[in-house]
């Protein structure tokens, strides 16, 4: 499977790269950990890694814009990205070959070629063993660029190694990595540093989220609560795993109202909650998914789902 990638991207002369819309570090990570790879071993080759740049990702790198003439005769490699929908941009149909790298459950298995490993921690992950692979057959080399940005990922993903997720593989490679010359903590700063406001958004959900018996708890943050704490939803993303922190939950979701609808984030200690997160239209990991609800009703229906699955798991 590995092989056959690193085949394919040898046979391109350009190979552009994309990841997912709202992009966390791991999708940036993932898609431009390999676009500097490629670049540092096919110095001849044309290599774009685009999509929307996210500010508060402006510490990894930031992503190329380029012309629909580029895609002809073009690789496209897609990285952390589930479903069609949730690809940036979606002009990747233009391109001669789609392959898709991903560790989210195949649900949508779009694309010529496709490598997904729902064991792997992070699609940056993926990116290292693809790198490790190719090191043996193809000689090929780490850069310091492309190290740091694989590092941001898999500890984007694994949060700071230490969700289940993070195996044998994920201390493996992290400890290949930090071997690389980068400022790890000057990355910690650019991936953890907050602004006051956002902590003072924290004390707000730590200090109003709602627990139920068996551990299920949500918050609602409304626009309101977003323009009272000058914090926009995007800037939201750092908070979603801090109730992880709370004794005795068992899974929650916080509910971010963004423009006519509200994003919904489900995290779980222990139950899956993916199925729900399907149930509403999204997807995501067994015990990290998304989703988004029309209206504070369709919250609450979502409320009720994930009481009773902690109900069943106590
Ligand atoms: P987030 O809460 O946005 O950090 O998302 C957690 C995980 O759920 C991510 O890995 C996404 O793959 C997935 N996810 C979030 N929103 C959606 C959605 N609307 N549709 C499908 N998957 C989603």
């Known amino acids: ?10 046979q391109y002369d350009k190979i552009i790269l994309h990841r997912h819309v709202r992009p ?28 929307q740049h996210d500010d508060s990702l402006s510490f990894m790198a930031h992503p190329d814009a380029i012309e629909d003439a580029v895609f002809e005769n073009a690789l496209v490699i897609v990285t952390d990205t589930a479903n069609t929908e949730r690809i940036d941009d979606q002009r990747y149909t233009k391109g001669a070959y789609v392959i898709k790298i991903d ?20 699609c940056s992950e993926m990116i290292y063993e693809l790198y490790e692979e190719a090191k043996e057959t193809h000689h090929w080399k780490m850069s310091d660029a492309a190290a740091r940005l694989l590092f941001a990922g898999i ?35 650019g991936m953890y540093e907050m602004d006051r406001k956002l902590l003072h958004l924290q004390g707000y959900l730590y200090q109003n989220f709602v627990i139920d018996e068996n551990g299920a708890a949500y918050i609602k943050v409304t ?37 006519e609808t509200i994003r919904v984030r489900l995290r779980s200690k222990g139950p899956i909650i993916n199925q729900l997160a399907k149930k509403y239209n999204g997807g995501g990991h067994p015990l990290a998914s998304g989703a988004s609800a029309s209206s504070w009703e369709e919250a609450d229906l979502v409320i009720e789902d994930l009481k009773e699955i902690c109900r069943d798991y106590q």
């Open 103 to 122: 560790h989210h459950p195949n649900d949508d298995a779009y694309g010529d070629f496709l490598w997904v490993d729902t064991d792997a921690s992070s």
């Open 155 to 189: 500890v984007g993903d694994t949060g700071r190694f230490l969700f289940p997720s993070a195996g044998v593989k994920t201390f493996d490679a992290a400890g290949q990595l930090i071997q690389y010359n980068f400022d790890r903590n000057k990355l910690f700063d």
């Open 24 to 51: 966390d570090p791991d999708a940036y990570g993932s898609q431009m950990g390999l676009a500097e790879l490629i670049r540092t071993n096919y110095p001849e080759k044309q290599v774009y890694a685009i999509g």
């Open 223 to 259: 626009n309101d609560v977003l323009r009272d704490f000058d914090v926009t939803p995007s800037e939201t993303s750092l908070l979603v795993g801090s109730l992880g922190n709370v004794k005795g939950i068992c899974a929650w979701v916080i509910f971010i109202e963004e423009g």
């Open 1 to 10: 499977m590995k092989r056959q990638i690193i085949d394919t991207i040898q």
